[in-house]
């Protein structure tokens, strides 16, 4: 079972990689992505890495060969927060990640996908504006 927990929000899988990858990891998350894929029938996928310091060939390449994997599984995948030294130092050696598209953030990620967090609330009926302690109705017995 993979460290890096895989949530799914919709058709969509998101990835938060909040620990440094080692090559054990790595191979654990793609193996848990892939199956996640199977079994949700996601469409598509956010693997966020702001909090990688450092990219290595191995994890570069693992990252690619996932995104290769889940396109054939008809799965589109988005990379978002790369730091520039990650980008810097994957350009360096080299390594091109033809079937992963990158972005800033998760908000442009998931526009990249195809989805807006309000958007798909406002299609669904749902309202748009966050629902919280401070959003809800604080009368009591018809008092204020």
Do not use: C, W
Request: aromatic share 2%.
């Amino acid at each position: 079972m993979s460290e890096i927990p895989i949530l799914k929000v919709g058709p969509v899988l998101l990835v938060s990689v909040q620990t440094e990858l080692n090559d054990r990891v790595a191979t654990e998350l793609q193996e848990s992505l892939l199956t996640r894929i199977k079994a949700t029938g996601a469409t598509g996928t956010l693997i966020d890495i702001t909090a990688l310091d450092v990219v290595d060939s191995f994890i570069g390449r693992v990252l690619s060969e996932t995104a290769k994997m889940a396109r054939i599984m008809d799965t589109k995948v988005v990379l978002v927060g790369m730091r520039p030294a990650v980008a810097i130092t994957l350009l360096e050696m080299g390594l091109d990640l033809p079937d992963v598209e990158a972005e800033g953030d998760v908000e442009a990620g998931l526009k990249a996908l195809g989805y807006a967090l309000r958007e798909l609330a406002a299609e669904n009926g749902e309202p748009t504006a966050p629902i919280g302690p401070r959003h809800q109705d604080t009368r009591r017995n018809g008092q204020i």
